[in-house]
């Protein structure tokens, strides 16, 4: 009874079980909450494997494609494929959210319920989010995404500046939306559907393609986040819990890069091109200023949050250089933020732990007590930087390489944001590692356990391969960017 | 004549007698319970009394002829259709909840005086006569039953001045706008010598934008369609012609078009729209929160069934002149609606701004004048009537343990640590206030996105922008509602009595319907296309 056309479904639906299953279990049982939830999210994991192993790579179309009936009078209707581009995000995700239930194993003391339930439900939005083909329900799952989110920052996070966190993340996200809400609603008007390959063959006037883009782009653009819509991304990162954090960095603002490729490019491909000088003079003025930012930030969270910033609008110049290579290289770099930013967020989380302090100036000198965790920090501290070996220097490589083609000012710009990159990593680095160790703060130091060097194996390893052998993840690529490229081309 | 004696048109308007003879009972009922005591207390017994009269009223209406077919009765001032029957179905399936809902809340008030009850089922007959009026005057007698009702409910708690004052107020700028349904029925009347809606729209279908109109023409187009259809000969030329009298007057439509808005205006008080709203907040803060209750919840859809039979049925033809006018309302009232609720403190205000703002979605679907824009006001009424009436049973179900009954109003931070210390029941509030503000994957949404579906299908995409984005902020004060359920440190909470089993039943059979509605809306949009067909079958 084991198509393997349903597998997608299965991946999708099998959180969404594992939440209603965990709704059962009494709250006062701990250790099995944690444990079913784990078990379902690591099966879920192990099922997007088996779907990236039957995945055809040698045709760029849409694979285990179901269609599922909703609404069939207004003809809206449930319809759910993969191709090479959202196949890594699926798999992005699944990989993430074990990790981030493991690191969050013993720091959340209280709701341990609905944080476990809110996180598996959160998996089903964004797995949705990525495998649906239909533009409404893309706009249902993009927006509940929001929800769990909101709790989880209200719920667990550390300061009372948390509520205000909360109402920046949902009001500036809800705001982008409706606006692409509108646009959904006329496209729905005009063709009488709002199926995305039925999409993919009708084509708009030059004016309606840009007052929708741009509304398009207002909700994109502050999920991704570029510049003067980025203000809520440092506020809900500082707040948000380690796995919350991870979550956001790792998968949330890639929904803004996927909306773009996945919708932005191929249903109105004149205004993308219009657009093109705008998003990159955005993108340009995001990653050195938010770079500069990041020098100066006290926090610890604040710093990676801003990093993550100039990383995303990095992956925006790749997507506007409309050539293979870029779009290629701002996939394989969204993919490698997840993994490297999710990474850090994950080492802030283990000093958090223990010291419940997130100031860099309470730190220094961990080398002589942590040295698993600072190999840890400086393996990554590199990947941010974009050291050859990583999956950042084939992602940055590409994408610069792709902008060249295009632009070649904007690729001297984005160029000075690594280096300014460099110098703020390092430079955090410096003063985490080396020094003296302040024992006026803190005195009793503890280095990573095994289940938190478990959690960071999937990542070190993952990031390693990226970076040594990228064909792995670029063969799946190849022929979906082919295609989409040809198709906004002609 | 035997046949006319063997039909007995009057037979549909059973569930209204029904409802008036069991009102009298209700009374003689309660009047000899009450023996010496001159105010006798609701004992259960009315309640439950009240109830079964629902229920029975409810069997009535839902055995009835479920067919296309109009039965108009009395000299064809009620009628009886598809769109009055849905309409009464969930205006009696509303009040039910209300009643059972705010049963606890009368006896802690000691407002279980027994014409509390009586006084619902009152505005309850309004309603219905309101639902199915078929001409100007049956409809303002409905709106005056109906209004009496609530006027006195809203004063009810003798001895608060507030309430005293609500009902005053409520009273005043009530009898105002219904002098202005009034003084606009007279201008019709006077242009036109009836006041009956199928004559309106016989007279006025053709009455295209324009300037002067002679209505010879009109009645000459009118016998020269008659004559071509014998069963149209038979019935109209003599009622006409009884009423034409004024055959050759040239009339101004200016003027039909100043009574039409004068009728808007009354009906826009009722709604509460900006910037007719201003009595609102008042009076429903004022007034007992049962009483708000049934003001906020019940009468909406009644009045935009009158909306709909005065504007679509009758006058669709003069729909550019009404719509402007309308579609500044709209503006008005969501803005008003959105920003308005951000300084709230109390529970009650914010809700009552919040209604606000969604009659002004409702007025959307209203004033696009097409056949999807009545389907989607329709399933945004029910959708609407119904999360209401979730929130308000929460309001009035969470009853403080401490200093209950001195407070007549809630504040929001009474709601403080709700989601730890009843948390299915701030589970459900939850799950409402998101389907209420408009936020995937909620029902509510799914209505919202049709009615600005239909708003873009009738190029109205200024009123669909502004409309949208006052939505955003009006999210604001529905989230700060969920923070303060879940996200305050403060250790120290209230205290709730818990929900006893009845309320269990009912609240979760609500949350269970709000589910089901989005996973399988099909049942939604059906009932709403029958419900469409018919009302507008005066455009085609």
Redesign the interface.
């Given at each position: 009874m084991f198509y393997t056309k349903n597998l997608l479904s299965y991946v999708l639906i099998l959180p969404l079980i594992g939440a209603f299953s965990l709704v059962i279990i009494p709250a006062s049982n701990r250790n099995l909450l944690r444990l079913v939830a784990l078990n379902f999210s690591c099966l879920t994991f192990v099922l997007s494997i088996v779907l990236w192993i039957f995945f055809n790579k040698s045709i760029g179309t849409f694979q285990f494609v179901n269609k599922f009936f909703w609404?069939?009078?207004?003809n809206l209707n449930f319809t759910i494929g993969v191709d090479g581009i959202s196949l890594f995000f699926i798999l992005l995700t699944t990989l993430l959210i074990p990790i981030c239930l493991l690191a969050s194993w013993d720091s959340i003391q209280i709701n341990l319920k609905i944080f476990l339930i809110s996180f598996l439900v959160m998996e089903f939005f964004l797995i949705g989010v990525f495998c649906i083909l239909d533009v409404?329900i893309f706009?249902?799952?993009f927006?509940?995404v929001?929800?769990p989110m909101?709790?989880m920052i209200?719920?667990y996070?550390s300061r009372?500046r948390?509520?205000r966190a909360?109402?920046f993340f949902?009001?500036y996200t809800?705001?982008g939306s409706?606006?692409m809400?509108?646009s959904i609603?006329?496209i729905?008007?005009q063709v009488g559907s709002t199926d995305y390959e039925v999409l993919l063959t009708f084509s708009f006037s030059a004016l309606e393609q840009r007052l929708m883009w741009f509304s398009f782009f207002a909700s994109f653009a502050t999920k991704v986040p570029m510049v003067p819509v980025h203000l809520w991304l440092p506020e809900a990162h500082v707040e948000a819990p380690t796995s919350g954090s991870v979550i956001l960095a790792g998968v949330l603002l890639k929904l803004g890069t996927y909306g773009f490729i996945r919708f932005s490019f191929p249903l109105f491909p004149e205004a993308c091109f219009y657009f093109t000088p705008f998003v990159y003079a955005m993108s340009v003025v995001g990653i050195i200023y938010t770079s500069f930012t990041a020098i100066r930030q006290t926090d610890f969270k604040r710093i990676i949050a801003y990093t993550s910033v100039a990383h995303m609008n990095l992956v925006m110049v790749g997507l506007f250089s409309f050539n293979v290579i870029g779009l290629e290289g701002a996939i394989l770099q969204s993919l490698s933020h997840g993994f490297v930013a999710s990474a850090l967020f994950l080492l802030i989380g283990v000093v958090y732990d223990r010291h419940h302090t997130r100031m860099v100036k309470y730190y220094g000198g961990l080398v002589h007590v942590m040295p698993i965790y600072i190999t840890i920090f400086l393996f990554f501290t590199m990947a941010n930087i974009g050291l050859p070996g990583t999956g950042s220097f084939i992602g940055e490589f590409l994408i610069l390489t792709g902008s060249f083609k295009a632009n070649t000012t904007i690729t001297f710009f984005s160029a000075t944001g690594m280096v300014i990159g460099g110098c703020y990593s390092l430079w955090l680095f410096n003063r985490i590692a080396y020094g003296n160790l302040k024992i006026q703060y803190f005195n009793e130091f503890l280095d990573l356990n095994k289940r938190e060097f478990l959690t960071f194996l999937p990542l070190i390893l993952g990031t390693f391969v990226m970076g040594l052998y990228p064909e792995i993840f670029l063969e799946s690529i190849h022929f979906s960017v082919n295609m989409l490229i040809e198709s906004m081309y002609f | 004549m035997t046949i006319e004696t063997l039909l007995f048109k009057e037979i549909s308007i059973l569930p209204e007698l029904f409802l008036g003879i069991s009102i009298i009972y209700l009374v003689l009922y309660s009047t000899f319970l009450a023996g010496n005591s001159p105010y006798p207390l609701i004992q259960n017994s009315l309640l439950y009394l009240g109830v079964l009269v629902l229920l029975l009223v409810l069997y009535l209406l839902v055995n009835e002829k479920l067919d296309v077919l109009e039965l108009s009765v009395f000299n064809n001032s009620i009628i009886n259709d598809y769109v009055s029957f849905f309409s009464k179905t969930v205006i009696t399936i509303l009040s039910l909840f209300c009643i059972l809902m705010i049963q606890q809340y009368l006896k802690d008030q000691k407002l279980n005086q027994f014409e509390y009850l009586l006084l619902i089922l009152f505005a309850i007959l309004g309603l219905f006569l309101l639902c199915s009026s078929n001409d100007l005057i049956t409809a303002y007698l409905a709106i005056e039953l109906q209004s009496l009702a609530f006027y006195v409910l809203a004063a009810f708690k003798k001895n608060s001045t507030f309430s005293i004052e609500s009902g005053l107020k409520y009273f005043i700028l009530g009898a105002f706008s219904s002098s202005l349904f009034l003084f606009g029925s007279s201008i019709l009347y006077g242009i036109s010598g009836t006041v009956n809606f199928e004559e309106f729209k016989d007279l006025f279908f053709w009455a295209l934008p324009g300037n002067v109109v002679n209505l010879s023409d009109v009645t000459n187009n009118l016998y020269f369609e008659s004559k071509e259809n014998s069963q149209i000969a038979l019935n109209y030329p003599y009622s006409l012609q009884k009423k034409l009298f004024f055959s050759n007057v040239f009339f101004d439509v200016n003027l039909l078009q100043l009574g039409l808005i004068f009728i808007l205006i009354s009906l826009f008080f009722k709604l509460a729209v900006a910037p007719f709203h201003v009595w609102a907040p008042n009076v429903y803060e004022g007034s007992p929160s049962s009483s708000t209750f049934l003001f906020s919840v019940v009468p909406k859809l009644a009045i935009f069934v009158l909306l709909m039979r005065i504007f679509y049925y009758s006058f669709y033809g003069m729909i550019e002149y009404w719509r402007y006018f309308i579609v500044v309302v709209i503006i008005l009232t969501i803005i008003v609606g959105s920003f308005g609720g951000l300084e709230q403190r109390k529970l009650k205000s914010l809700l009552v701004y919040s209604s606000i703002s969604h009659m002004g979605y409702s007025l959307i679907a209203f004033s696009t004048g097409t056949f999807e824009g009545i389907q989607m006001l329709f399933c945004y009424l029910v959708i609407y009537s119904f999360s209401g009436l979730s929130i308000w049973s929460i309001f009035i179900l969470v009853r403080l343990k401490t200093n209950y009954n001195s407070k007549q109003n809630k504040d929001l931070t009474d709601l403080l640590l709700l989601g730890k210390s009843n948390s299915m029941l701030a589970l459900f509030f939850t799950t409402v206030l998101?389907s209420i503000a408009g936020?995937?994957?909620m029902i509510g949404?799914l209505v919202k996105?049709s009615v600005?579906?239909t708003a873009?299908?009738s190029s109205m995409y200024f009123v669909?922008?502004v409309s949208?984005?006052c939505?955003?902020v009006a999210?604001?004060y529905y989230?700060r509602i969920?923070?303060i359920f879940?996200?305050e440190?403060s250790l120290v909470g209230k205290l709730y009595y818990p929900l006893n089993n009845q309320k269990s039943i009912l609240i979760s059979v609500l949350f269970f319907s709000f589910l089901f509605l989005f996973i399988n809306?099909?049942l939604l949009?059906?009932l709403s296309?029958k419900f469409s067909l018919l009302s507008v079958v005066g455009i085609f």
């Open positions: 609404i069939p009078i207004l409404l706009y249902i799952f927006e509940s929001l929800i909101y709790l209200g719920i996070g009372e948390k509520i909360g109402y949902f009001l809800l705001l409706v606006l809400l509108l609603l006329y729905y008007h | 998101l936020f995937p994957p949404f996105i600005f579906l873009i299908e669909a922008l949208i984005l939505s955003v999210t604001f989230i969920i923070k879940y996200f440190k809306p099909t949009f059906l296309y």
